[in-house]
């Protein structure tokens, strides 16, 4: 089975600040993680995934995650907040093909200016 | 390309009636999932259905149920409407097997039970 703690319900960052966003997942099998984000009223999109290969993952707008098996954690950072990044972010995990993805709770991001 | 289409976007209910929500994938999408969001909850997996065939379920009660047609569009029903099940029904294709991570979700069905 797979699980995912996200650290935070809400966090709070200036523009031009770090943005970290905290995951920490349970699985029993090899994970696949991915990083999701939903805007008000839209649906969710996906920023990056990890499947197997680099640990370092690239995403969109930005943004990077790191997978490190011994903390069990795939935090997501920005080096520089934009008050675009204003937005819930959700962390999933699966176990591949045969598996259901499960999500986090969320983090809700609020950019100040 | 033309994204996933859920309807009917919004809709009110009272609870012991019945529903029935619509997601058309995006085309060439095998796999439709479906997510329960509430705020105290996040988001919970129903089902995913691929190529006409359920491949995982969660843990929801034989109320809700769901379907996908050849055409790979999908519905899933709610039975006997309970105040608890008022959320956003959100659906998402991919190519592949859900489980592989790469979702592309539709905009959701706000459901209200009165």
């Known amino acids: 089975a797979q699980s995912v703690t996200q650290l935070g319900s809400h966090v709070s960052v200036s523009e031009g600040a770090l943005v970290l966003l905290r995951c920490n997942y349970s699985?029993?099998?090899?994970?696949?993680l991915f990083w999701y984000v939903q805007y008000p009223n839209q649906g969710l999109q996906l920023l990056l995934k990890y499947t197997t290969g680099a640990t370092l993952v690239k995403g969109i707008n930005g943004f990077e995650a790191e997978f490190k098996k011994s903390e069990t954690s795939f935090h997501l950072t920005k080096p520089s907040a934009h008050m675009s990044d204003a937005a819930e972010y959700f962390c999933a995990v699966s176990g591949g093909s045969n598996y259901k993805l499960t999500f986090g709770k969320g983090t809700l991001l609020t950019v100040n200016p | 390309k033309a994204g996933v289409t859920q309807t009917p976007r919004y809709l009110i209910k009272t609870r012991g009636q019945q529903v029935t929500l619509s997601c058309s994938p995006i085309s060439g999408h095998r796999s439709v999932s479906w997510y329960q969001q509430t705020p105290g909850q996040g988001l919970q997996f129903l089902f995913e259905y691929f190529s006409e065939t359920q491949r995982n379920k969660g843990n929801f009660p034989g109320r809700f149920s769901g379907r996908q047609f050849s055409n790979s569009r999908s519905e899933m029903n709610v039975s006997t409407l309970e105040l608890g099940d008022s959320a956003l029904y959100l659906c998402a294709s991919s190519r592949r097997a859900a489980g592989d991570g790469e979702l592309f979700f539709g905009e959701g069905s706000r459901l209200t039970v009165l």
């Open positions: 699985s029993s099998v090899p994970p696949y």
